[in-house]
Structure formats: C-alpha cells, structure tokens
C-alpha cells in the first residue's frame, strides 16, 4: 500500500461495533470486507440491510454496499487493515474468554503480508494483543513480528478499543476520543494514520497494555458510581426517603455528581469488564468486585420489592414499562428489567402484562408464563400497578393525570412529581428505589 493511497481494510466480526466500524471506514472512501462467521449476517449486509437496530446505521449501509465499498463474507480475505472486533464473554467463574479473538488472529495470520496493520478492538484482557502478536508470529515465522527484536517489524500490531454508547455508534465511533495502543511506538503511528482517517475525535498513542486496561477502566469506573446509587436507593427506601430527591439535592454540591438508581446494570459492557480487571488482580480488586455485587444485588432487591407490592394487592393488574437494558434502544441483551418482568411472570402469571415499544413480542422466557404483551395505552386503562423498569422517552411523558389512582414503584426515577409519602399514600407509593 503506498502511504498516499486508501487502504483495504477487513474487519473481522460484524456486529454492533464491527458492523458500524466497517460501514463509516468505507464511507471514508476505503475498499472494505467485513467477516462474520453467521452466512445470514452475511446474507443481509451483502443485500444492503442491517441485522441489528441503531440509529441511521440502515441508511449508511445500504448507501456503501450499493456502491461496492463494503462487502461481506464468511471468510478473511487479503488486505492492507485488519479490524478485529469479535466478542470477548467471560465463562461461568468470570473468567475472560479470548477464544473468538485467537480465532480471528489465526485467520488473518494466513492472509498477512509486509506491511499490513493488525488492529484489535474488542475489550479484552491485559495482555491479549501480545498474545495475538505471538500467535501471529508462530503462525508466520516468515514476518518479522513487532517488539520482538531491534528490527524494524514486518506488520504492525495494536489495540484500539471503541467507547460508543448503543443508540449513538455513529455518532460516538466519528467524534469520540481514542486510544492507540501500539506493541512499539511505530504500531501505534501506523494505527493512528489509519484511525484519521475516519475519526474526527483526538486519538492519543499509547503501548497496547495500556489501552487494553484503559477500556476495562472506564466501564468499571462506570460500574462503581453506578452501584454508589444503587447502594443509596436501597438505604432511602430502608431510611423512608426519597432517593431521587436526595440525589438531586446532593449534586447542586459543585464536586459532586451521583449517578441514577435503576434496577440494576445491564448490557454487555459495564456488567462484563469490570471482571477482567478482578480476573487479572483479583486481591487488588475489592473495590470493583463489590461493585459488581451491588448492582446485581440490586436486581434482587427490585423482584423482592416487586414481588411484595403485587402479592399484597391479588386483584390488582400489574403493568410491567420495559425490558430494554437502558432507554430508547431494542436491547434486550443481559436486561435487568428484563429478569424483574420474567420473575413476576412466572410467579403471578396472567396478572402481569408487558410495555415495551421496543419489542414484537415477548422473549421466549415468558413463554407458558400467561403473561401478554400490551401497549402503554392498554396499561395506562387497564392497569392498577404501574412498575417503570426501563426510562424510555415514552414513559416518561406519561403525565401524572393518567397514573392517578395506581399504585407506581419507579425504579427509575422517571416520574419526580409522584406522591410519595405522607398522609393517606399507599405504602407502595413510597418506594424509593
Ligand atoms: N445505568 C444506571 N444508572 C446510570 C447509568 C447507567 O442504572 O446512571 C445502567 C443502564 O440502565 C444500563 C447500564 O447501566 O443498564 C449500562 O448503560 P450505559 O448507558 O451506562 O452504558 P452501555 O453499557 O450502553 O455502554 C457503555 C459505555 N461506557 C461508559 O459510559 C464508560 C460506552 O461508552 C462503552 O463504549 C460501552 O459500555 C462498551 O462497549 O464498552
């Protein structure tokens, strides 16, 4: 590749971050492959369609695969970049498994040539971009590796995490800040050229290790404030006091600012990495391990809460808002409302009815449960208790007119101007948290 010239780049591992990755790199104008081991996701990309929902994702991909620029297969095919992004999952002892990263590393090594770029992206432990170095160099004995010797590298190796929040990847994967993480400074120069390219955010080089532990830090420092509001919502309801108002009031303080209580902490992000670190320090880590434990103890205090307000009212029916791990997106991926909604299913059966604007239908746990589905109208007519488990926009705007006469456990704080306590209130109306 001449150094003026738009690399070919193949990304390896086409979904919610390898899929957007691919799409914007070739709307940069480089020629791009993206790989994925599913024939169906290859299927639909090579159709100009998309098989997860984000914003404006579907607009970008079909616009580049009609004009040639992406392209998907199942198999990895020679170019100038490779971008891995594969999951990373941890196992049953919260162990990382690396497994789908070695996998990829070993596929790209059979396609290398001098001057290619490695780049991995996926989170993953300290330490696995050295190890996809070595493996690449016992695979190619024939290149000379980076940071092995004084010579200068035949490919260059480097880590790269992204940090966008589902429901704005376009926008976070062009404008936010990143870090390069090199095995030698030169990777990460080669990274970084490569990065400009379609990254208006600073990119700031580093040594791969140090990125790595960045990506795990950052969701973990995210997890620890999390369960500090957790912690709270669980000593106000305790206390008999509203959470929400304290929060409010504590962060007017200038150096203070405390996240939002919920039912716990979901997605695929925040509720995995944190246990990298403890995996990879686990007498260091107290701190990050408790917090993990906080916010999915959390979980449990919610159903326990839940589960206390519907059996104390046997004619009552409970509408369930959300199963979404966070508001306004259609994950449903390691959902904390989603687990409250299917435990209340299972245990008061046709009783308990589902909002979600987000879904089509139930997911296969409420199967047999006598559970339905019904719309925020139906539940706003229909329904005696009311337990927000998710802050979509549409929730939200409910005014207090509609929620008059229901008994509502908020678990997200979406609706400030709902009695609480005092004189005559419904004990379940003063649940905090
Ligand atoms: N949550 C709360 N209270 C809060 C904030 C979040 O209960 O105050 C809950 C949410 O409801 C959700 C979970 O935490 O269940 C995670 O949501 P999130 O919006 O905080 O984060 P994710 O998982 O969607 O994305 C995170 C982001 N990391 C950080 O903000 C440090 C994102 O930038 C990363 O790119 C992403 O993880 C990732 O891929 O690692």
């Known amino acids: 590749m001449k150094s003026d010239s738009k690399p070919d780049v193949c990304v390896v591992g086409l979904g919610y971050i390898g899929l957007p990755t691919a799409a914007i790199i070739a709307r940069a104008g480089c020629k791009v492959r993206g790989v994925d081991i599913a024939q169906a996701v290859v299927d639909t990309i090579n159709r100009g369609e998309i098989h997860i929902e984000e914003v404006d994702l579907d607009g970008l991909v079909q616009g580049v695969v009609a004009r040639g620029a992406l392209s998907a297969a199942t198999a990895v095919s020679p170019a100038d970049v490779f971008v891995?992004?594969?999951?990373t999952p941890f196992d049953a002892n919260h162990a990382p498994d690396i497994s789908h990263v070695l996998a990829a590393g070993r596929a790209v090594a059979q396609v290398l040539k001098p001057g290619d770029i490695v780049i991995l992206e996926s989170t993953s432990p300290v330490g696995t971009t050295e190890r996809l170095r070595d493996l690449i160099c016992a695979a190619r004995p024939d290149l000379k590796g980076p940071g092995l010797t004084n010579a200068v590298a035949d490919i260059a190796i480097a880590y790269c995490p992204e940090r966008v929040l589902p429901g704005r990847i376009l926008e976070e994967l062009t404008n936010n800040d990143r870090s390069i993480g090199g095995i030698t400074p030169r990777c990460a120069r080669k990274a970084l050229a490569f990065y400009k390219r379609f990254v208006r955010g600073t990119c700031v080089t580093t040594d791969a290790r140090s990125a790595e532990m960045t990506k795990l830090v950052e969701n973990a420092y995210r997890d620890v404030n999390i369960a500090f509001a957790n912690e709270l919502s669980i000593v106000a309801d305790r206390m008999g006091l509203d959470v929400w108002e304290v929060i409010r009031?504590?962060?007017?303080?200038?150096?203070?600012?405390?996240l939002t209580p919920g039912p716990g902490v979901g997605g695929h992000?925040?509720?995995?990495?944190?246990?990298?670190?403890?995996?990879?320090?686990?007498e260091e880590t107290p701190l990050i391990r408790t917090a993990r434990g906080v916010n999915d103890g959390k979980i449990h205090h919610v159903i326990g809460r839940a589960d206390a307000l519907v059996a104390a009212h046997p004619e009552a029916r409970v509408a369930c808002l959300g199963l979404a791990f966070k508001a306004n997106i259609d994950d449903f991926r390691e959902s904390p409302a989603r687990l409250v909604a299917a435990t209340l299913a299972r245990r008061f059966g046709a009783r308990i009815q589902v909002v979600e604007p987000y879904?089509?239908?139930l997911p296969r746990e409420?199967?047999?449960t006598g559970a339905g589905q019904i719309d925020l109208d139906e539940a706003l007519e229909g329904c005696d208790i009311l337990i927000v488990l998710v802050d979509h926009d549409i929730f939200r705007s409910v005014p207090l007119a509609e929620?008059?006469?229901k008994l509502v456990y908020d678990t997200r704080g979406i609706w400030p101007d709902q009695p609480r306590a005092g004189?005559?209130?419904?004990?379940?109306?003063?649940l905090a948290s």
Do not use: K, M, S
Request: a positive charge; charged letters at 15%; one cysteine or more.
């Open 269 to 282: 992000c925040i509720a995995v990495d944190p246990w990298f670190i403890v995996h990879g320090a686990p």
């Open 366 to 368: 409420f199967e047999g």
């Open 249 to 258: 009031l504590a962060n007017r303080h200038p150096r203070v600012n405390i």
């Open 403 to 405: 929620r008059a006469g």
């Open 359 to 361: 879904a089509a239908g």
């Open 423 to 430: 004189a005559g209130v419904p004990q379940a109306l003063r």
């Open 84 to 87: 891995i992004a594969v999951p």
